[in-house]
């Protein structure tokens, strides 16, 4: 069968996020969970559903960045909605500056999504308190700002003066919209919400999630939850107080955090973990739950075929959508020249999903036609391989030496790093994590000491 070869492109888009409640993307979306330890999703469900549906919960989500989350979010969200429950899923990188962030950043960011969903479900929130703290904080900006700055911000004024009119989300939205693109501007809103966090908090609490859980209560839904994904992509820069900007948020502020009076599902970046800090985390929180790779081996070496069946599925469905598993394997030499070298390709991605999809896509974009060689995908591996070695030190290429030969990493400053470089892989088996170097390298020199 012919293989429209752009459009195969197109499916193996590597930043592109499934969404489960939309009938292609249910063609390509492989479940994972059978490999990866637990069935994570599953566990965060129960946890509103059955085990507090009432009582309002708080839970980090982990894992590196690409290996799926947003994906299982958004899987997450569908179920929920299935149970009953009004769900707010946003992506915070497009409400906040990454590189920046403070607590008030993230609590108006939360507002005003949850705002925005409720006037959509055309639920009524006065929220006056609310609506007269975002005034005064407009009046406090416009004070300190230039007449060259309210160029910039045509909108504020407008916010400002239609008293009454406009809704509640475009307001915060008018502060979140500053906060993102005005360093200056964005200094001076948290200096003047930064002291009033907690009347933030008791604001978002009693005008706004509240009233909105006993309205979607009376029309026969089960409670709110707000997913916030990509709070784990913030910089880990240090704050000018001198604390990294990770632990600043999610241990300093973890009572505003978790102070929210519906269930939350936090993005936590995966560092964290292997941070000093991490037994100060989980007295604040419940034990993070972590995304890990799909296994392409085991701790010993020995290959792990059912991961690898896992990912030759996800490969193949984007090739053939329509067809059943058994199809999909018939169909292989269409797309590569040999089985051998889809296994090579699901290999060397170390089971990050993001990874192999964006090997596959530049290989495809180096073929450019059908059957895809395995001379051009070493050419692919290699381009990579040196692309991820020019920044590693003589300190992480012996950091990695170790990975590989101890298969676990410790709280070290320097295996963070190796984490959020992607060139560790954290994996699950029964329970445990073991670590292993990303396969990528495999073949450099230093790697072998060399």
Known sequence: ????????????????????????????????????GSKIIEELKDNITFFSPDAPTC????????????????????????????????????????????ISDVLLAIAKRVSESLEKAQLNTQAKGFRALLENTMKVLLTEVDVKAKAKLPGLEAGLSSQGEFSLSAGIAELTVIAKNDQGLRERLNQYLGPQKNKLLEAINKELLEPAIVQLKQRGRKGLVVIVDNLDRIDNRTKSFGRPQQEYLFIDQ?????????????????ALKFSNEYGMLTQRYEEPKVLPMVPIQFRDGNPCEEGLKLLRQMVLSRAFPDLDTTQQIEQVTEIFDTPATLDRLCCVSGGHVRDLLRLLNDWIKKGRQLPLSSTTLEEVIRAR???????????????????????????????????????????????????????ILTGARELDGS
């Open 1 to 36: 069968m012919g293989i429209d070869l752009r459009q195969f492109f197109q499916a193996t888009n590597p930043s592109k996020t499934l969404v489960a409640t939309n009938e292609e993307d249910q063609k390509y979306y492989i479940d994972f969970s059978s490999v990866r």
């Open 59 to 102: 839970v980090l989500f982990t894992g590196h960045i690409g290996c799926g989350k947003s994906t299982e979010l958004l899987r997450l969200k569908a179920e929920l909605e299935q149970e009953g429950f009004h769900v707010v899923y946003f992506e915070s990188s497009e409400d906040l500056e990454m590189a920046d962030v403070d």
């Open 254 to 270: 973890s009572e505003c955090l978790t102070r929210l009076n519906c269930h939350l599902v936090y993005t936590m970046p995966l």
């Open 385 to 439: 391989r040196n692309e991820m070695m020019m920044p590693i030190s003589d300190e992480e290429w012996e950091l990695l030496r170790q990975v590989r030969q101890r298969k676990k990493v410790s709280g070290d400053q320097g295996y963070q790093t190796l984490i959020r470089s992607r060139l560790v892989f954290e994996y699950r088996d029964r329970g445990e994590s073991w670590f292993d170097v990303n396969p």
